[in-house]
């Protein structure tokens, strides 16, 4: 499988990875250092002390040298001091939020994938039934309504109106204890975040489906007596799913978009809420760290799915 | 898949059949009569567009206001149709400004991204060599960034204001749309057509705006409605998370976002805006597949 085009495929991907990071870091560095006013700014600090301040943190220095020592020090991997919390390192705080951010993402891919595949397929094998209908329905909804409208009917629903039924476990805001949280603490975030998404999968699914149901090789099989059950997931849903691959990509970015989102309204610690504080707080260097390390997620991501691509579909080859 | 229903009309008199000859228009908006849902989604936009225009001159009180001797988180009532919000302003009021910020931002969002798109998107593409390589590089380190990261960042560095968030979602969106026009260019410059008008004499910019732009229109009219859902979404996250529309003028966003931290005690004023924002979304998105299914029929998913 690992073949010498692949291993120069996967290598031509990360120099383009490496290539676009330091070209977005550097345009959001420059264009958040242009930004009004300091970090200081609320500590109330005048005249000489707040030059000793900017001169500890480097920030009397050019833009251009800026940038150049937060690029050589991100590539040996440290990303800088915050500068309202002064002096703590980013990149431990980074790689934390990051875990709980992907322990979120990923639960909430897993459902997007797991909702969106399963109403698609049901939608597809009952076409132009009221299951059809119901399904394609929910999946419209889905992808129409605002995450953070779902999160405030969710917290409606099971903080207030059914608070015996889930005997309070939903708090309201849901307050996260641990850089781990329990399955409780993510279920709701967890799931309105991915049933915005699995719309676009059900959808997808749904379409790639009723394609393959056409096929002749289908007919074929049930035509030597396979039993349906056999002959929709081991010959159609296969083929099926390839389409569902090709939007694992924008599926990623569009639960970082949501999460970011998410995390704000429910409180979670993860890299999008820090983003959002960091940048109304004017502490640029979390703001461009926790960017940096997005548009990385997302060429990795967008990495591994062109490779699975080829794994699902023998044809496909680079 | 339906099939793309050519309007034909035979006439047997001497024994020849016509086709009838129907313009890139009539045709489109003929075959969007027959879509049933893109046609209740444009019923309810008009409808939509209309309150706005109306919240221009009349709302039942000023939104902004706080008034005098009214209660805060009234349930509707003859008084106040959607009830009063956390100081005691007309939710109805406020939710008719909203409207209006909301359509405004979306369509100058799109006319915004339209412009861009289209003319670095012809230049690239009609062009071709360095500029579009400079182009191409510039719109493919962004490709998968999140827009939303992007607008806040932006947002912040402009300033608040109505025409800076349209700027800051703009500065994103309307990659996708050159992208598109980009390719459509691409193909469309080496059609027979295209040599014909460039053999007559025609300049570049004739050809680009007279020749290759109408014949790339209907996916670009398909794209630019898809962007206003996108900028209304977007604006009324800002607004949401406090980074978005400034405080006294109403966004739904913003509704939403005192509503939520209300819930405990009064349900509607999260509720309205976020019904509104479904529907409108909704709506623009029926909308935009049908037009992609008129205008644009071999783009069909």
């Known amino acids: 499988m690992l073949t010498r085009g692949t291993l120069i495929y996967i290598a031509q991907r990360l120099a383009l990875i490496a290539f676009t990071l330091v070209a977005v870091s550097f345009l959001v560095f420059i264009t958040v250092h242009s930004l009004p006013g300091s970090a200081f700014e609320s500590e109330r600090v005048h005249g000489k002390a707040l030059q000793l301040l900017l001169h500890e943190y480097g920030l009397d220095r050019p833009v251009l040298v800026q940038y150049w020592s937060f690029l050589t020090n991100a590539i040996r991997g440290?990303?800088?001091?915050s500068f309202q919390i002064r002096g703590l390192p980013i990149t431990p705080l980074v790689m934390r939020e990051l875990s709980v951010s992907a322990e979120l993402g990923g639960t909430a891919l897993l459902i997007t994938i797991g909702l969106g595949t399963t109403f698609g397929v049901l939608a597809a094998l009952r076409q132009n039934t009221w299951v059809d209908y119901t399904l394609t329905s929910i999946a419209v909804v889905g992808y129409s309504v605002p995450s953070f409208v779902l999160a405030g009917l969710g917290v409606l629903i099971f903080s207030y109106w059914l608070p015996t039924v889930t005997n309070g476990v939903i708090s309201y805001p849901a307050i996260w204890t641990g850089s781990y949280g329990t399955l409780v603490e993510l279920s709701l975030p967890a799931i309105i975040l991915g049933f915005y998404t699995s719309g676009q999968v059900t959808r997808i699914t749904r379409a790639a489906m009723l394609e393959v149901l056409q096929q002749d090789y289908i007919r074929t099989a049930r035509a030597k007596g396979l039993k349906s059950r056999v002959v929709t997931v081991r010959?159609?849903?296969?083929?099926?799913?390839?389409?569902?691959?090709?939007?694992?990509?924008?599926?990623?970015?569009s639960i970082i978009t949501g999460s970011v989102i998410i995390e704000t309204i429910f409180g979670i610690p993860g890299l999008g809420k820090e983003f959002v504080e960091s940048i109304t707080a004017a502490d640029y260097n979390i703001t461009v760290a926790v960017f940096t390390v997005y548009a990385l997620l997302i060429g990795i991501a967008n990495l591994i799915v062109d490779l699975l691509y080829t794994v699902v579909d023998p044809r496909i080859r680079y | 898949m339906a099939a793309v229903i050519t309007p034909a009309i035979e006439e047997y008199a001497g024994g020849t059949i016509a086709r009838e000859q129907v313009g890139l228009w009539r045709d489109g908006f003929r075959r969007l009569r027959r879509n049933r849902l893109a046609l209740v989604a444009l019923i309810y936009l008009t409808i939509l567009f209309l309150v706005a225009i109306v919240a221009i001159f009349w709302t039942p009180y000023n939104p902004a206001?706080?008034?005098?001797?009214?209660?805060?988180?009234?349930p509707p009532s003859a008084q106040h149709l959607l009830g009063t919000d956390d100081l005691g302003r007309d939710l109805l009021s406020r939710m008719m400004q909203g409207a209006q910020i909301s359509l405004i931002v979306g369509v100058g969002t799109s006319a915004i991204v339209l412009t861009v798109g289209v003319v670095v998107g012809l230049i690239a593409g009609y062009f071709r060599g360095w500029i579009d390589g400079v182009i191409s590089v510039f719109i493919n380190i962004f490709y998968g960034i999140p827009g939303i990261l992007i607008a806040i960042i932006l947002y912040l560095v402009l300033g608040k204001g109505l025409g800076n968030i349209m700027i800051a979602?703009?500065?994103?969106?309307?990659?996708?749309?050159?992208?598109?026009?980009?390719?459509?260019?691409?193909?469309?410059?080496?059609r027979e057509y295209i040599e014909a008008a460039r053999a007559s004499g025609a300049r570049s910019g004739k050809i680009l705006f007279g020749h290759i732009l109408p014949n790339a229109l209907g996916p670009i009219i398909v794209q630019a409605t898809f962007v206003i859902p996108i900028a209304i979404l977007t604006e009324a996250f800002l607004s949401y998370l406090g980074l978005g529309i400034p405080s006294p003028l109403a966004s739904w966003g913003s509704i939403a976002s005192e509503g939520y931290t209300a819930l405990?005690?009064?349900p509607f004023m999260m509720l309205w805006p976020a019904i509104a924002l479904s529907i409108t979304l909704l709506a623009f998105n029926f909308l935009g597949d049908g037009l992609r299914d008129a205008f644009d029929p071999r783009q069909r998913r």
């Open chain 1, 78 to 81: 440290n990303l800088g001091v």
């Open chain 1, 235 to 253: 010959h159609a849903l296969r083929n099926a799913l390839i389409p569902v691959i090709s939007i694992l990509g924008p599926l990623v970015i």
């Open chain 2, 65 to 74: 206001t706080i008034l005098p001797n009214t209660l805060t988180f009234l």
């Open chain 2, 169 to 190: 979602i703009s500065a994103t969106a309307w990659m996708d749309m050159a992208r598109l026009v980009r390719g459509q260019a691409f193909s469309i410059r080496e």
């Open chain 2, 264 to 266: 405990p005690l009064e």
